[in-house]
């Protein structure tokens, strides 16, 4: 049965029915629901939030930060990690502290980032003994390590690991409104702040010299002319790593089994890695995303009454304070966004995708992404005879949460590679 079919079916005055239908069908065939969507309801009203599938009206959404706000983001981020950027649109806030984070978070590191992924993949894959499980080794460990030897937010490794999954899960992932999650992930900041106020406290006493962006960050917040309270300063470092570990470790993972589940993308992918260049390495590993994403929805809210589509035989009107969900992995399979969207082709424009969203909310940490994750996943390409583990070790498993846990490789060992 199709989705609209067994929505329909479903009697409208059990909203709790109907939500629970979005989100199954959004959690095991979100790319059937959308193809259904876009050819028959394309903005879709539903109990859990009004769906928006076409790519024209996704970008739509997406460029209008005054109309469709991101203040739902308010209850979950507010009390983590203190007012923060991500939850206000086009405010003095918004503005100024995404501008000093720009300025921190500087082109030229890039290259040591991107070191950093190398080090770190190489080093774990080389201890391994032809077998590994990709989610705990490599894929978070990585966006960690970045974290803390190149932002320079140096908290124990399970601590920070605690904190990140989260804060991230109530504040990106929390689709069903738990209030537990929200509780773990407001708990979860806040002893964040508590560890970072000791050594803040720490670093503003003996100023770092070292050149990392919370070094960097702690000198310009002393001078007069930025004025950054302390309290402002904590409250961007923690959005650092928020917004750093689980996102990564996700792409990292889906990425490397998109392309291990198809041969001939593998074999492109194994002959690539060994390019000088790494642009159509890179490449690969963006479209395999395409076809499981980071996240597949943008979620706003209507600051005031609008209408969806206008101009459309399905133009439809929402009223103020509605939610909205931009779909993203719907738009990224529009064929007005992307020709032949089944088909996997790495020479898409890199321009077309939204894997870190697009507009006053594209991802402060889009440039780190494009150099770590292909990084993480190249190195992990050069193993001889790379491949899934048999069985549904070699799928990933969200072990019942909302980011993978698992995802089992075996390659040759050397003797056998050698043969």
Request: charged share 20%; glycine share 8%.
């Given at each position: ?151 320079g937010f140096t908290a124990p490794d399970t601590a920070m690991l605690r ?70 300063v904590l409250s961007n470092i923690c959005g650092l790593l928020v917004g ?63 209408l969806i589509g206008a101009g459309t035989h399905y133009a439809t009107p ?102």
């Amino acid at each position: 049965m199709s989705f609209l079919a067994e929505y329909d079916a479903l009697p409208a005055d059990d909203p709790r029915a109907r939500a629970a239908l979005v989100v199954r069908w959004l959690r095991t065939d979100w790319r059937g629901l959308f193809t259904e969507l876009r050819s028959t309801r394309p903005v879709f009203p539903n109990p859990v939030f009004t769906m928006v599938t076409r790519a024209t009206d996704v970008l739509d959404v997406l460029a209008q930060p005054s109309l469709y706000t991101v203040a739902a983001n308010v209850p979950a981020m507010d009390p983590a990690v203190g007012p923060f950027m991500l939850a206000r649109d086009e405010t003095a806030l918004n503005w100024h502290e995404k501008g000093v984070m720009r300025a921190v978070l500087r082109i030229d590191d890039l290259p040591r980032l991107h070191g950093i992924a190398a080090e770190t993949t190489a080093a774990e894959l080389g201890g391994a003994a032809g077998t590994i499980d990709l989610v705990g080794r490599i894929a978070r460990l990585v966006p960690l390590r970045v974290v803390q030897r190149g932002f320079g937010f140096t908290a124990p490794d399970t601590a920070m690991l605690r904190w990140s999954f989260a804060t991230q899960h109530a504040m990106f992932r929390n689709l069903g409104a738990d209030p537990a999650v929200l509780a773990a992930g407001i708990a979860a900041g806040q002893q964040m702040q508590a560890w970072l106020w000791p050594f803040l406290a720490r670093h503003w006493a003996a100023p770092p010299d070292d050149d990392t962006p919370v070094a960097r960050l702690l000198r310009l917040s002393r001078h007069a002319d930025l004025a950054m309270p302390p309290d402002r300063v904590l409250s961007n470092i923690c959005g650092l790593l928020v917004g750093a570990i689980e996102t990564t470790a996700q792409a990292i993972a889906q990425a490397t089994e998109q392309i291990l589940l198809r041969p001939e993308v593998r074999e492109a992918a194994i002959t690539a890695a060994g390019d000088a260049d790494p642009g159509r390495f890179d490449a690969i590993v963006f479209e395999a995303l395409r076809f499981n994403p980071i996240t597949g929805l943008q979620l706003r809210v209507a600051a005031r009454d609008a209408l969806i589509g206008a101009g459309t035989h399905y133009a439809t009107p929402v009223a103020a304070g509605t939610p909205v969900a931009a779909c993203t992995a719907s738009a990224m399979f529009d064929p007005g966004l992307f020709p032949a969207p089944e088909h996997f082709d790495a020479t898409r424009p890199a321009s077309a995708y939204l894997h870190f969203g697009i507009g006053h909310h594209e991802c402060l940490g889009k440039h780190v992404g494009l150099v770590i994750i292909p990084e993480a996943v190249r190195q992990v390409m050069r193993l001889p005879g790379i491949r899934l583990a048999e069985g549904a070790a070699g799928r990933i498993d969200f072990a019942g949460g909302p980011f993978p846990e698992h995802l089992g490789l075996v390659w040759d060992p050397p003797a056998a590679a050698a043969a």
